[in-house]
């Protein structure tokens, strides 16, 4: 089945979050480099970035933790990102992918905040959907059946195999995207990306890429056979 539209994760697949993650470490007053060696360590033995942020605040709540940040810090950067986060192959990435008469769009699992901040980067996306906004985050198939009813507003009549969903993790993106119907594509790149590649899991998705021009090579190759 011929794919006609893209759907891309937010977290390390179109925003490298290395500097949120820095800003997370300084908070919890953990050195970058035991913040960062620990959650690779974690994510290798199969646990969660967040199975990390345990071993360093016992009883870590990301919900609670976020609102009271927020709280004594409203008008700091936080967990916010901007352009500058964007990973350099985004623009000329969608470019290409546009020129293939490809419809773009975004969601992923992302506070509020995520939604306008994107919007204000005009990356010519037809939509923009966030896990906090819909109530529901990945890798419930709640928020897939969102996702399909978000790009079924861009481009009426699309088919579940028509969808390529793009993200750096088999756990939340690969298999729950496929379960849906979707095609997938797991790319290497973030705390996840290059550990979930080598994972027997990532064998299930339709391609391994390392970046979006490979991403977009391997679609125009796809939709020509």
Request: charged share 25%; glycine share 10%; no cysteine.
């Amino acid at each position: 089945m011929t794919i006609r539209t893209v759907v891309f994760d937010v977290g390390e697949t179109l925003i490298d979050e290395t500097r949120i993650f820095a800003r997370w470490a300084d908070r919890i007053g953990v050195p970058h480099l035991a913040f960062f060696g620990t959650i690779g360590g974690v994510i290798a033995s199969g646990g969660t970035h967040l199975d990390a942020f345990r071993l360093f605040v016992p009883g870590f709540d990301l919900a609670t933790e976020s609102a009271l940040w927020r709280d004594q810090d409203p008008d700091g950067p936080r967990e916010h990102f901007g352009p500058e986060d964007l990973y350099p192959d985004v623009r000329p990435g969608f470019a290409a992918l546009r020129a293939q008469d490809l419809t773009l769009v975004i969601a992923g699992n992302q506070p509020p905040e995520a939604g306008p901040a994107l919007a204000a980067m005009d990356l010519g996306v037809s939509g923009i959907g966030i896990s906090d906004d819909w109530g529901v985050a990945k890798p419930d198939p709640v928020f897939f059946d969102r996702t399909l009813d978000l790009v079924r507003e861009a481009r009426p009549g699309t088919e579940p195999g028509e969808i390529l969903y793009v993200g750096d993790r088999t756990d939340n993106d690969v298999l729950p995207a496929r379960a849906a119907g979707m095609r997938t594509a797991l790319l290497r790149r973030g705390l996840y990306g290059y550990r979930h590649a080598e994972h027997p899991d990532a064998a299930r998705a339709d391609v391994v890429a390392d970046d979006l021009f490979a991403l977009d090579t391997w679609i125009a190759e796809h939709n020509r056979a």
